[in-house]
């Protein structure tokens, strides 16, 4: 579950009552755009790789309603190097010395994977993140393209062992792409507050394909406009 954020919760922090207009998606200089994918949760990912990265890396740009709102990097384990918020313009980084490396090949080869690795905030913070993630057994097929689908758990807790939040759901794994995909989850924060969110993949696209590199998201926009609205109108 490396690197997938709960991004319906964070977009929906972004959403503005005008939608932007549709833009496409430029990777920096000696990086290839190699997959664009909808999902729910009113986002869109896209998926490239650079030159300069040692081999296995893939980058990753997540865009809701209003712009662009993660960046992320992973290994080809899918260990969870480097992720940046432009909303806050915090990165975290992965800390050297993980007591358990997170390893998608373990995850292909038994079925499970355990992790416990630490992060570093560009402002100082480390966090500690432990959970793991299953393979369910149950294949899918999403846009033409064959996923498996996971069960995880990620609990985050701050410096002094206090809980930052714990996250449960389920996701999507890929052979082919190597990665995981959002999916079904929740998440409870150290107030207690759950909030839960749906990051599924819908529509994948590749180059040449229509919608390939678009950042405006598709699916699930005016829903959750709607619930924040109501939320407003209730505060």
């Known amino acids: 579950m490396k690197q997938h954020l709960a991004t ?4 929906a922090l972004a959403l503005t009552s005008l939608p932007l207009q549709a833009v496409t998606f430029t990777p920096p200089a000696g990086c290839t755009l190699q997959m664009t994918v909808q999902n729910r949760g009113c986002s869109v990912s896209q998926y490239y790789i650079c030159q300069s990265d040692p081999a296995g890396y893939q980058r990753s740009a997540i865009f809701g309603r209003d712009g662009m709102f993660h960046m992320s990097v992973i290994d080809a384990e899918t260990r969870w190097i480097e992720s940046t918020s432009p909303l806050s313009g915090i990165t975290d980084t992965l800390v050297d ?11 292909l080869q038994t ?6 690795f630490d992060t570093r905030a560009s402002d100082g913070v480390v966090l500690n993140q432990k959970g793991f993630d299953v393979l369910t057994g149950e294949t899918v097929q999403i846009d033409g393209q064959q996923l498996e689908r996971t069960e995880f758990q990620l609990t985050t807790t701050g410096p002094d062992g206090q809980l930052i939040s714990e996250r449960r759901g389920t996701q999507f794994i890929s052979r082919e792409f190597g990665r995981f995909f959002g999916g079904i989850e929740s998440r409870i924060d150290a107030t207690g507050e759950q909030t839960k969110t749906n990051d599924s993949p819908v529509l994948f696209a590749f180059p040449g394909d229509k ?24 505060s």
């Open 211 to 234: 919608g390939f590199a678009e950042t405006t998201p598709q699916f699930d926009c005016d829903q959750l406009l709607t619930q924040i609205q109501q939320e407003r109108a209730a």
């Open 111 to 116: 079925g499970r994977d355990d992790f416990d």
């Open 8 to 11: 319906s919760f964070i977009v």
């Open 97 to 107: 010395g993980a007591d358990d490396e997170a390893s998608f090949s373990t995850l």
